[in-house]
């Protein structure tokens, strides 16, 4: 699993609770890192969040990986942005912050 996330407290803390769940977690904190580490692994789940700094946004990247590694699962999450439908890619799902643990498992999980 790939998590993209620019805070480093929010990075830290969902990235205890995958690998506490069993999840073997890639973690990096914009777009650019995580297209990079896509080009080189295999990975079956992206987990992004919206507001990112740098060349491109949670959505930019979620769709981006859509068309370049369609079989991958996204999950977009953010605590300011709801998406519409037409802005996450096919077959994306939405998490909103802040989610409790459960939340979090459930939406990468549900593959």
Not at 43 to 70: H, Y
Not at 74 to 102: C, N
């Amino acid at each position: 699993m790939l998590l993209v996330e620019d805070e480093p407290l929010i990075l830290m803390d969902i990235e205890l609770q995958l690998q506490g769940a069993g999840h073997n977690v890639i973690s990096v904190r914009n777009a650019d890192r995580a297209i990079e580490v896509l080009a080189d692994r295999s990975v079956d789940v992206l987990l992004t969040d919206i507001d990112m700094q740098g060349s491109m946004d949670g959505l930019r990247l979620a769709a981006a990986v859509r068309e370049r590694w369609p079989p991958i699962q996204i999950v977009v999450m953010s605590g300011k942005k709801r998406p519409t439908r037409d802005e996450l890619p096919q077959r994306a799902r939405f998490l909103e912050k802040p989610f409790h643990t459960h939340s979090l498992l459930e939406a990468v999980g549900q593959w």
